[in-house]
């Protein structure tokens, strides 16, 4: 069913590698507060050479923890961590009430050090400090992502025995208190896409969606996804539009940007809701990706090599840097729970495997490797991934380029799904839900 190019513990080894780069990278306490963890926005890789340069990029280091703040890039390395930790935990059989514990905590990156599904845990921690002491923010779509993310925690959590179960649900019940109040009638229904109440979108509407779904609240969850479909499906392209605003007349106007990210949290809650209808209409948005949001791949050398000429092959759209570094990383999670769905045929599914594991490849082929040059030693031997799964690295992070967390955040995002969908016979891990990812 899927292109793959390397069997299924060489996409495990990738998916950790990613991993642990990303956390060595980007990872660290909160201002040394013990029992926290958050991720800086950007990493530098030029290396201070005098004592003095060395205590200043302590301080640019501390900085990029505090500004800007970017909620959302938090939330999906929660989403990413969890990955981890339920893909590690699979692994091991059989499973032990000792085992289980060692699962949920085990050493992801160093001996002693604080496993995957742990640093999750005080990730969260670390969100609320940063966040003036609250999960809540300005913008519906940044607390859906969130809550998600606590969701898979919170059933990973379960699984092994381990505390902050009571804190998992304290933040579900305040984020939907937030989505209670930004579903309403106006422009016909949808989520309000921030406080100020002027715009509904995709992106705030479809993560909410999900979350109800998950969450047993099938009711909203579909009456969301019946908005998207009357308002913002365009049957022409197979593709969900961006979103609603009323203009100074009072009548609605569309955006008509198509973004792929915005496909995957629907594509999720379709296949959550399931039913004829919705299974229908994920084959339509799987077609529609696949013809409107996809490159030519390149061929390329591993390791960060230049660029070539096409392959012959294709790979998902990719969005640039800043918030649009997270975007394909998003549509790949949830086309990977499309592959594995038996109920869609077998077309669609073949589709949606295949523009993951290529893409995931691109972006394996195309990781530049940290040498002492650049980076200390802690962090050699880590990669850098491209922000543009079309280019290496080598061409949109050269030495000495700083490199955003959200642009790492995708790589790790896609190689996962592609660990996860190549995890053999029995398909991919439960994550929560009965397809959850």
């Not at 499906?233 to 100074?248: E, I, M």
């Not at 759209?317 to 038996?342: E, H, K, N, S």
């Not at 030693?377 to 991934?385: V, Y």
Request: some cysteine.
């Amino acid at each position: 069913m899927t292109s793959s190019h390397a069997p299924d513990p060489v996409w495990q080894d990738r998916a950790n590698h990613a991993a642990q780069s990303v956390t060595a990278l980007f990872g660290r306490k909160l201002l040394f507060v013990p029992g926290t963890h958050l991720a800086a926005v950007t990493w530098n890789p030029r290396q201070p050479t005098l004592k003095w340069q060395a205590a200043l990029q302590r301080l640019g280091s501390l900085a990029a923890l505090q500004v800007p703040w970017h909620y959302w890039w938090q939330a999906h390395y929660v989403d990413c961590l969890v990955d981890t930790g339920r893909r590690q935990r699979g692994g091991q059989e059989p499973a032990t009430e000792a085992t289980t514990a060692a699962r949920f905590s085990g050493p992801l990156f160093r001996p002693q050090k604080p496993g995957a599904g742990r640093l999750a845990s005080r990730l969260l921690t670390g969100i609320r400090l940063r966040n003036a002491g609250t999960y809540v923010n300005n913008y519906y779509d940044d607390m859906a992502w969130l809550a998600l993310a606590t969701l898979r925690l919170d059933a990973l959590a379960l699984e092994t025995g381990q505390p902050g179960r009571r804190r998992n649900a304290a933040v579900r019940k305040t984020l939907a208190l937030q989505f209670d109040a930004a579903s309403t009638d106006h422009m016909g229904g949808g989520v309000f896409w921030s406080r100020k109440r002027d715009f509904k979108n995709t992106p705030a509407t479809a993560p909410v969606a999900l979350f109800y779904a998950r969450s047993g609240q099938q009711a909203k969850a579909q009456a969301l996804v019946d908005w998207l479909d009357r308002t913002l499906f365009d049957p022409a392209q197979g593709l969900y539009l961006d979103g609603v605003r009323l203009n100074a007349a009072g009548e609605v106007q569309v955006d008509r940007a198509v973004y792929t990210y915005n496909q995957g949290p629907v594509l999720g809650a379709l296949l959550e809701l399931g039913g004829d209808a919705n299974l229908a209409r994920v084959a339509e948005v799987v077609d529609g990706v696949n013809r409107l949001l996809t490159v030519p791949a390149l061929a390329r050398r591993a390791h960060g090599g230049n660029a070539g000429t096409a392959s012959g092959g294709t790979v998902l759209r990719c969005d640039g840097t800043g918030d649009g570094g997270l975007f394909t990383g998003i549509l790949c999670r949830y086309l990977a729970l499309t592959a594995a769905d038996p109920r869609l045929p077998e077309g669609t599914r073949t589709t949606a495997a295949r523009l993951v594991t290529d893409t995931a490849q691109a972006f394996w082929a195309g990781r530049r490797v940290l040498d002492a040059g650049e980076a200390p030693e802690n962090q050699r031997g880590k990669s850098i991934f491209s922000h543009n799964a079309g280019h290496p690295a080598q061409e949109t992070y050269p030495p000495g380029t700083a490199v955003e967390l959200s642009t790492q955040l995708q790589a790790w995002m896609t190689l996962e799904a592609a660990a996860v969908m190549n995890s053999g016979p029995s398909g991919p891990l439960p994550t929560g839900s009965p397809r959850g990812a």
